[in-house]
């Protein structure tokens, strides 16, 4: 509604508008023409004479946001040169000719076609020019002048930045500044009260107020808490026309939280506290957490605590967890139920950071106390000692009582103790314990070369109860000199036999597995027996080692290659300890520089002459002859087996048996069909491979070829010849008790029909109904006896699915 009416008010206006510019641009004319005359006249000039003026113009000035129906009336150009008949063109040219302006051209009448804005272009820079239409050409030089656009109030003040954040502290005082605003308004400043903003607050009352012209927002009650209330949400208007009624308005938020202070005590919600602990917890344990609560959040809330009283303050502390606001109760000292039941603590909870301005609403401390009581734990038994060293001497004799271990009950019952020996720790069972007393010994001797430490674990328990607690106990075995010295088990040396008299021959130094205390001193010399011996001589150095001598030179390994000399040592320990060691020395040749080249008196004998030729040859005789027992063990185990040597090495007699692989059917050279044929003549044949044989001329050599045929078959014709063979070689079984019992021809290249023996195929058995007869396996020898049992006689069985393999 405002808008319509606006732009009305505007129309009219704008008429009255323009028709004062004209009379103050007449004033301004005149006005003009009288300040040149009197200038004219001061300065002696001649006589003022009019000047004819081409054009008739103003500068032209028109309103913004114009929404007529009709195009704007702007102004008229007007040139002396116009007549009025018409034959005058007026041109615009500029900034929105023919565009945002358009001209009469006839009239020189100028028009608005578009709305204009103030704020997007204030004012144009056009161009006139009048030209004569017939000749097409311009009167009067091209002239500028400037259209400005008039400013009205169509712009609102805009806060540009909100909504707006502010943080102020809690209990600020009246007049602190919270936020200063500032709202931008489009319209022109220097013409009315467009631009003018002024400012009011209309949410946030009665806490905050805002400066009118400033725009600062300031409290307007004190003591605010924000404890009560954190958040305020403040709505600041913006008014042009300097806040007169029909301006223009524009409105932001502002959000405004209190910050906080410590302007609140610490304050523990119970007045004594109850906890409990168990008397086993080791120190350093938390028993329990407190905590004083405090309505500031933050560093304002941070709190330290400490025990400022009580019977427990030694036996524990207080410390403040890495957030600042629980205190956490530890254990300091070990807890006795037997000795204390329960402490008392008293406790201070404080703020760590206080705010001088409010020192008054303190104190910002607060006490309370804790009750810790102690439970009682049933406790293994305790040593009188964490650990337990002893010395024992090696000789200590069985059942020697060492120390006696003693533990006891810590609890109130005070129960019985029973000790035992952890025998993981004793594998050996060098050692006892009384199972009431504690009191330990030993069980076996003890040997301080064998085992210097003994290292066992007594173990305390219980009587009424399964608890048991431990104690390590180190036991030193001390030294006894109760080994004596002697030289290492097997000791021997050598002697050249170019050897002089008075000569070194060996130092010997003795090792005994004692270790007293000073140090070992051994004494040496040669035993009784030896003492007035020939040929060698002891000599003592006193520094636990001696020399052997020789006595005599002129060795000889051919009078005696070895010599056995005892060696009397003793050592300086008490009781004294005493062996006798023997030293064999072997006489030995030895080269010029002494070196031992030979201790065997036969090796030296040996003769000097045999030559490394002779040696060669005789290593390659060797050598020839085991590569010729080689080759006849070779040769031998290739030699052929003899026939029949092992059933299972001829499972058929007509298996021809060759080393090289044979050319298959073409083959002729394997063996013979002849032989087959004539097995008589198998030896003729002339084409015979130089290898070996067919096996068949083995299995007819002993066989005779008897004539076995019925009356009217001839034996000399082919087919006879492999039936004699055949019936021969079944003959041959027959008689032979030492042949095994199978046919030893099988297979054979004829075969069909035309054999005599018809086919030996049990393919056609079954096309036959008729029973077959087994009454002549009888005649087949005591070999087939057993079949012709089963299979003859007149059973009356159906046996035409049996055929013979």
Known sequence: MGDRHLGGGKTVYTLLFSVALALLALLSDAQGRTDRARTREETGAGPLRRVKRGWVWNQFFVLEEYTGLEPLYIGKLHSDMDLGDGSIKYILSGDGAGTTFT?????????????????????????????????????????EFIVKIQDINDNEPKFLDGPYQATIPEMSSIGTEVIRLTATDADDPTYGNSARVVYSILQGQPYFSVEPKSGIVRVSLGGMDREVRENYSVVIQAKDMGGQLGGLAGTTVVNITLSDVNDNPPMFDQKLYQMSVPESAPVGSVVGRIRAKDRDIGINAEMTYSIIDGDG?????????????????????????????????????????????????????????????VEDVDEPPEFDSAVYYMEVPENAEVGMVIKTISARDPDAANNSIRYSIDRTSDLGKYFYIDITSGSLMTVLPLDREEITWHNITILAMEMNDHSSWSVAVRLCILDVNDNAPMLPEYFETSVCETAKAGQRVQTVAAVDPDDPLGGHHFYYSLAPEAANNPNFTLRDNQDNTAWILTRRGGWSQQDQAVYYLPIFISDGEQPVQTSTSTLTIRVCSCDGEGKVMSCNAEAYHLPASLSRGALIAILACIFVLLVMILLMLSLRSQRKKPFLHDVEDNVHENIVRYDD?????????????????????????????????????????????????????????????????????????????????????????????????????????????????????????????????????????????????
């Open 103 to 143: 001209i009469d051209d006839s009239t020189g009448d100028i028009h608005a076609i578009k709305r204009l804005d103030r704020e997007v272009k204030a004012q144009y820079m056009l161009r006139a020019q009048a030209w004569n239409r017939l000749t097409n050409r311009p009167l009067e030089p091209e002239s």
């Open 313 to 373: 303050r030694d036996t524990f502390d207080i410390s403040t967890d890495p957030t600042h606001l629980f205190g956490i109760i530890t254990i300091k000292k070990p807890l006795n139920f037997e000795s204390k039941a329960s402490y008392t603590l008293k406790i201070e909870g404080a703020n760590t950071h206080l705010d001088h301005r409010f020192l008054d609403k303190g104190p910002f401390s607060h006490v309370t106390i804790v009750h810790v009581s």
């Open 661 to 805: 692989e044979g050319g298959g059917e073409e083959d002729t050279e394997a063996f013979d069909i002849a032989a087959m044929w004539n097995p008589r003549e198998a030896h003729l044949v002339g084409k015979q491979r130089q290898d070996m044989l067919p096996e068949i001329e083995s299995l007819s050599r002993y066989v005779p070829l008897a004539c076995v045929g019925g009356p009217g078959r001839s034996c000399g014709g082919g087919d006879s010849n492999v039936h004699g063979y055949v019936l021969s070689k079944l003959l041959e079984a027959d008689l032979d008790s030492c042949a095994p019992p199978y046919d030893s021809l099988q297979t054979y290249a004829y075969e069909g029909e035309g054999s005599v023996a018809d086919s030996l195929s049990s393919l056609q058995s079954s096309c036959s109904n008729t029973d077959h007869e087994y009454d002549y396996l009888n005649n087949w020898g005591p070999r087939f006896k057993k079949l012709a049992e089963m299979y003859g006689g007149n059973e009356g069985r159906d046996r035409s699915s049996l055929t013979y393999p």
